[in-house]
């Protein structure tokens, strides 16, 4: 969850400083991508009249609400052995990369798996593949992608070894 120091703590959308009494609304990470125009309330502490007055806090709030219904306690299960995931150095996810309903990354979005499975995922090809496109397309800030590429890079490299 977002740190909270009152009367030190800036809402990001006034950018007055939130003191003792005020209403908060808080959210921990939960967007990864920079350029995401939701971006604003990622790992943020905000005044909640700031928040409820916002035009996207409706949409921040189902956000949050998709990565804990496909991320959260209970809901992570491999998408190659279908089991729960249940060791956290065992864990890989995709989170949220894209919301058009029609780009061909929108299947992956909070795609799960065991580590130790990646290398039997049919998809994993095409996923890196199309990671790496949207990477260069620049409707991406920051580095997610580039940590998802490298997670993902020794499993596409056992993928290919297992077929050959």
């Known amino acids: 969850m977002a740190l909270l120091f009152i009367g030190k703590t800036r809402c990001p959308l006034c950018g007055e400083i939130i003191e003792e009494g005020q209403k908060v609304v808080a959210f921990p990470p939960f967007i990864e991508n920079q ?12 005044h909640a009249e700031c928040f409820n007055n916002h035009p996207l806090a409706g949409k921040a709030q189902s956000r949050y609400k998709e990565v804990q219904e496909h991320q959260g306690p209970g809901n992570r299960f491999c998408v190659v052995c279908k089991m729960e995931i249940r060791n956290p150095d065992d864990y890989f996810t995709v989170g949220h990369l894209i919301e058009d309903k029609g780009h061909s990354l929108y299947p ?4 799960q798996a065991h580590i130790s499975c ?3 995922w ?5 996923l ?5 496109k949207l990477q260069r ?3 991406w800030g920051g580095d997610a992608l580039i ?3 490298a997670q993902l890079r020794p499993a596409c490299i056992g993928w290919q070894q297992e077929r050959e």
């Open 147 to 149: 940590n998802l590429l």
């Open 128 to 132: 890196y593949d199309e990671i790496e």
């Open 108 to 111: 992956y979005n909070y795609k």
């Open 118 to 120: 990646l290398t039997k």
């Open 122 to 126: 049919p998809d994993l090809p095409h």
């Open 35 to 46: 350029l995401d125009p939701l971006w604003v309330f990622n790992d943020s502490a905000l």
């Open 137 to 139: 397309s620049k409707t």
